[in-house]
């Protein structure tokens, strides 16, 4: 019983040690985390505009609905229709990142010649901002003249409309998106790989 207080108490005077260094960030954590959060849940409890003032004193009886807004979400059809695209793009997304992942990390773990240039090419997605990248692929990926459909017409196949088809975008929405990603995952993934002892 002892020991158990002693290590209690040695608990709470390492924790007021620390104190001093975790407050800042306790203090960034509530500011930015916390306190959007429970605006955000108070707000979604309202049918406020965006423009009123959210500290005027009528704001509550004027703007409070309760569950009401959850209540249309959860009854319209789009709700559902939105999910199932969410489904269907994560059960795209993510075996085929895990693939290019766990090859990407399994070709920068061997050592040759040109390995970490192939390091350096592999995380360029990654910092890549979105905005390039998209534009990047709506060319390589344009009907007419894109790389992937040209690419396709070599070996005799005629390529989709990737980007206006309805049965073709979110693959290829996933395809950019597993690019864009699988440098991150595949270092990550490498760092497993290198940790695991060679005998």
């Known amino acids: 019983m002892q020991q158990k207080r002693n290590r209690f108490q040695t608990g709470i005077r390492e924790l007021f040690t620390a104190s001093p260094f975790l407050i800042l960030s306790l203090i960034g954590f509530v500011v930015f985390s916390v306190l959007p959060i429970l605006i955000s849940l108070f707000l979604s409890l309202t049918d406020w505009n965006g423009i009123d003032s959210l500290v005027s004193s009528t704001f509550l009886s004027e703007h409070f609905i309760g569950f009401q807004n959850y209540i249309k979400i959860l009854t319209s059809g789009e709700f559902f229709r939105i999910l199932s695209h969410n489904l269907y793009f ?11 992942s766990l090859s990407v990390a399994w070709l920068l773990n061997k050592n040759y010649r ?7 090419v592999s995380y360029i997605p990654v910092l890549t901002s979105w905005i390039a990248a998209s534009l990047i692929w709506k060319w390589v990926l344009s009907p007419k003249f894109g790389v992937m459909n040209n690419l396709l017409g070599l070996i005799g196949i005629h390529g ?4 206006q088809s309805e049965l073709w975008a979110m693959p290829a929405v996933a395809l ?3 690019w864009k990603d699988m440098g991150f995952f595949g270092l990550i993934l490498l760092s497993g790989l290198q940790g695991i002892d060679k005998t």
Do not use: E, T
Request: aromatic share 12%; charged share 5%; proline share 8%.
């Open 90 to 100: 994560i059960v795209l997304y993510i075996p085929a990142m895990l693939v290019a």
């Open 114 to 120: 040109g390995s970490g240039f192939l390091r350096v």
């Open 160 to 163: 989709p409309a990737w980007l």
């Open 176 to 178: 950019v998106s597993v």
